[in-house]
DNA sequence: AAGAATTAGTATGTGTTCTAAACTATATAG
DNA sequence: CTATATAGTTTAGAACACATACTAATTCTT
């Protein structure tokens, strides 16, 4: 992910300055507020000449689009509005265990055009599955196409360990894949796109979303946790992914929180997966009708807790009690203070809450303060957005990439 | 400690790339085969004309000695050999709870005139402390000094969380110091050096000593923890000192290891160092007196252990137990499969190996590999090390901070 | 022993991209 | 209607890497 040699690092060239210039000045362009060229100079530090010119070639790209005047009422001539140009836009996708969900993003973060299909994926082949995704991928992307966008990229998160650089899902534990190599599919999906369509992990995906466009966005680094079928997470530092030498980083659903606990899938004892994952709530909440979908049970224990029922609360209280252990260890581990939690925790954040607060301040006083737990707003659409907007930065930090 | 800012991103500039490749040439000569600027113009993709170019600033900057001809035995006419200088060197120091320790690294990575003196420091004050300290710099420094050599920088590392752009020390539990500003007498160690003398951690140090000269080297990517009177740690990821976004990062210390267990100092329950630091190991091996110190009681423990004596060899592998939780935990947070031990926890290495191994396979299977357990070899000298290394690495990053 | 072949390193001219400073363009203030 | 302020462009100059052609020093071949 990150620069690995410094021995192999390629050598600086003068048009590489250009480069690094376009990315700057483009980092200065605001979705909306529109930025004036003498402003880009001023906050650069770039001479007004050196900005114009630049200016230039980004309108060359269709990243930017120039609005005409900006009124400022005050003296002097007054400067053109520059802003990203919201007809382009990346597809996100995602592929979870029991939905498809696929949309549009456009430069000035909107959401455009998604679909969310409810369908079981467990089981099924890759082939199968993604050939029903592509259907609903081609409704979106003919939808932009209608409405004049031009897709620079996109992306296909799925709850797995991927190799994003070849396009293979290396282990999807809970679709039951393993080995399956999705780029020649990924490669059909957004016809044309310069930044290609990548595959990536879904709990990143996701995290990453929530410092685009959701709770964490106020926050720069956080810890963001994901309850699925597994326990899934991931780091932002900085207001960057962090995913660690291997790509695993983040993985905060085998962390030790009892040592005397239940045996792990994972071959370990006592994980967090264990006690907090949607299995393991359930069976501690007595909901344990094997026939139906996990996805049918959850809400089966939504209305348990709505209902009052004392082992549906007991049993998510103590899912969080554990919660709290495993981001307190994380926390240390990496230095953030934040958390944004999302899947069923986000689900059922009004039982998840008090009972994660006590436990965080139980065992790390001053640690995490009250405000910096977050609960998810983004539903079945984090994932997509996540990737979508990770499309979109590949061509911000990129411009030049769409010059001749 | 990265870069914070998209938006604050200085501009790029046509002298940047000269600065860029300054370094990058320099990281090519290695400290002993000799490079030759043919050499390093193919393996960094540079003309063989700017690799001349710029080996000649590197030579005025005298980082960099031309050795004469190396004789290839082949065709052609030999190449003149580039070697680091050893006559450049830093200043390493460390400030610890029972000891003080200062000492000379060249570029070449040889210690050189380094100094141990056991002093009792808890409750003694910083400019007390640092008074005597600065007797031992001054001995190293001269000493160096008439062997020719010129000291490009120096660090001073401390038990404690410090704040390095101020050179102050926050919060030193076991020193017994707080808010004590240590950048006037830092500026006094090593005079004249023009990448000055920086303060540090000493945790963060000594797991830079071990990338740089000790078990680290083959590694790469590491998860470093101390035991000293606290549990401290670092994170070394790609190569490279990981802190985190407020500088704590790696403080296994009080990571979770046992939440029915005992309360810690930090307010929380069942802390890593509630159970391996080591008071909780001389408490559980049954050595409690009082009177002499802590260092004198883990002498008395090694005695105990070396005696086979039941009690101390179990205090001491319970320790293990939950430091292997500790590190299971955090290899999951931030992914890393390898880990270096230092402090008691070097020194009582072999009753600590087997009982740590096993609780590693128990909770994680497969996540560290019993050839990935290192302890450290570096002692009392770890620390002033890194802080030692670091200096020097500033100077090879920035060598033309050296030219006029 | 002389020349061919091979490799190391230097010199010269060109293109890119920045900065600085002067210039043109367009607004408000009085 | 002129002065002033701000936005943006034009032009000249400097830094730097590249490409190419050159010189230097060594070994191989005959």
Redesign the interface.
């Known amino acids: 992910m ?3 040699d ?2 192999t ?6 048009g ?3 480069r ?2 376009l990315a ?1 000045v483009l ?2 362009i605001g979705p909306e507020e529109p930025a004036t060229r003498a402003e880009i100079a001023a ?4 001479t007004k000449a ?1 900005v114009s010119s630049l200016v230039a070639e980004l309108l060359e790209t269709g990243l930017v689009d120039e609005l005409g005047v900006t009124r400022a009422g005050e003296r002097g001539r007054p400067g053109v509005g520059l802003a990203l140009d919201a007809r382009r836009g990346a597809l996100g996708a995602e592929v979870n265990v029991d939905y498809l969900a696929v949309g549009v993003v456009d430069l000035h973060g909107s959401l455009r055009y998604h679909e969310v299909a409810e369908t079981v994926n467990r089981g099924r082949g890759p082939n199968d599955v993604v050939a029903e995704l592509s259907r609903i991928v081609e409704r979106c992307v003919s939808a932009a196409d209608d409405a004049g966008m031009t897709l620079l990229g996109g992306g296909l998160a799925v709850p797995a360990l991927v190799d994003p650089s070849r396009g293979t899902i290396l282990n999807a534990p809970n679709l039951g894949w393993r080995n399956a190599d999705l780029a020649p599919a990924l490669g059909g999906l957004v016809p044309g796109a310069p930044f290609g369509v990548v595959l990536s992990n879904e709990a990143d995906s996701a995290a990453l979303a929530e410092l685009w466009y959701g709770r964490g966005t106020s926050l ?2 956080y810890l963001y946790v994901s309850g699925e079928v597994g326990v899934g997470g991931g ?1 932002v ?3 960057e992914l ?18 005397t606990g239940q045996r792990c899938s ?5 994980c967090l997966e264990t006690v907090a994952g949607q299995e393991a709530i359930l069976a501690a909440a007595g909901i344990t009708d094997g026939g139906s979908t996990t996805a049918a049970r959850m809400a089966a224990l939504q209305a348990s807790l709505d209902a009052g029922d004392t082992q549906a609360i007991t049993a998510v209280e103590r899912a969080a009690h ?1 919660l709290g ?2 981001i ?3 926390a ?6 934040a958390v944004v939690l999302g899947g069923h925790f986000a689900a059922l954040a009004p039982w998840i809450r008090p009972a994660l607060l006590s436990s965080l301040e ?5 640690v995490i303060a009250e405000e910096a737990v977050a609960f998810s707003e983004l539903g079945t659409t984090a994932a997509l957005r996540g990737t979508a907007g990770a499309a979109l930065r590949r061509a911000l930090a990129a411009p030049y990439e769409l010059l001749a």
Chains 1, 2 share one sequence.
């Open positions: 990150r620069e690995q410094g021995a690092k390629a050598p600086g060239r003068v590489d300055v250009r690094r210039n700057l980092g200065r906050a650069t530090g770039l050196s720069g680094s780091l530092m900085g207001s962090f995913s660690g030498p291997g790509g695993h980083a983040g993985e905060v659903g085998h962390i030790v929180v009892e040592p994972c071959g370990g004892r006592g554990y252990i495993a307190v260890s994380s240390r581990v990496v230095d953030v203070s139980a065992f790390a006083p001053g």
